[in-house]
């Protein structure tokens, strides 16, 4: 019953580095969704995919990108690594029947990256 | 806007006691869901009670409950009979009509046995 998957569940970064945080879901979602938490917050939207091929900036979206070939794949990419983006990054993903406004839509998370630039 | 609120950063409760946690959002939207997940020590974000804006009754999922006041926009959580496994952080989220949510800052509740 594994969910959403992410990998690696830890990162050092120097600046400048690039890398790219995983994210699988086994449950047929539709939509997926990355998120990032700094220490003391709550989560914030960097981007999120309606579907395969389509993706969309919620946000805080600069420094990152994101693609959708699969459904059951979202990779967040970070270029140019900064400080700033030391976070916890979380893939969360839902099911959304669109029309149906009494659908819950809950979002399932993983486990969490976390991820510091040094 | 939309913007969800917690005005706690920090709640204690005796165990076997209950404790609400406050939430409060501003929307315009008139469809919209209001959740509540709960982050352990160890990170993960677990989901606990949802409501939704059209839902004429409060949610209930065990020993939650949701204190939904639509006219004043506040979804306030109620845990009753705390243990000592309640002790973690809460988030209250708001889902607009395209998915997406908006959390607040959390409220980090403490159970003291």
């Known amino acids: 019953n594994a969910g959403v998957t992410q990998t690696p569940k830890f990162r050092i970064l120097k600046i400048g580095q690039s890398m790219t945080l995983q994210c699988a879901q086994d449950?047929?979602?539709?939509?997926m969704y990355w998120y990032r938490q700094d220490p003391g917050m709550g989560l914030k939207l960097i981007y999120y995919?309606?579907?395969?091929?389509?993706?969309d900036k919620g946000e805080v979206p600069n420094g990152y990108n994101v693609s959708r070939s699969t459904t059951e794949d979202f990779p967040l990419r970070l270029e140019l690594a900064a400080p700033s983006q030391t976070s916890v990054y979380f893939c969360a993903s839902s099911y959304r029947s669109v029309g149906f406004i009494g659908a819950k839509n809950i979002q399932y998370f993983g486990a969490g990256t976390r991820l510091s630039v040094l | 806007a939309q913007k969800i609120t917690q005005t706690q950063p920090g709640m204690f409760v005796q165990e076997k006691e209950a404790v609400t946690l406050d939430c409060t959002y501003d929307?315009?939207?008139?469809?919209?869901?209001l959740f509540w997940y709960k982050q352990p020590s160890s990170g993960e974000m677990i989901f606990l009670i949802y409501q939704g804006s059209y839902d004429q009754q409060n949610a209930t999922e065990g020993r939650y409950s949701l204190n939904f006041q639509k006219a004043r926009k506040s979804a306030n959580l109620v845990i009753s009979a705390s243990q000592l496994g309640d002790s973690a952080m809460y988030f209250c989220a708001m889902r607009d009509q395209g998915g997406k949510l908006i959390f607040g800052q959390g409220t980090e509740l403490s159970v003291k046995p």
């Open positions: 995919s309606v579907g395969a091929g389509i993706t």
């Open positions: 449950m047929n979602h539709n939509y």
């Open positions: 929307t315009s939207d008139p469809s919209y869901g």
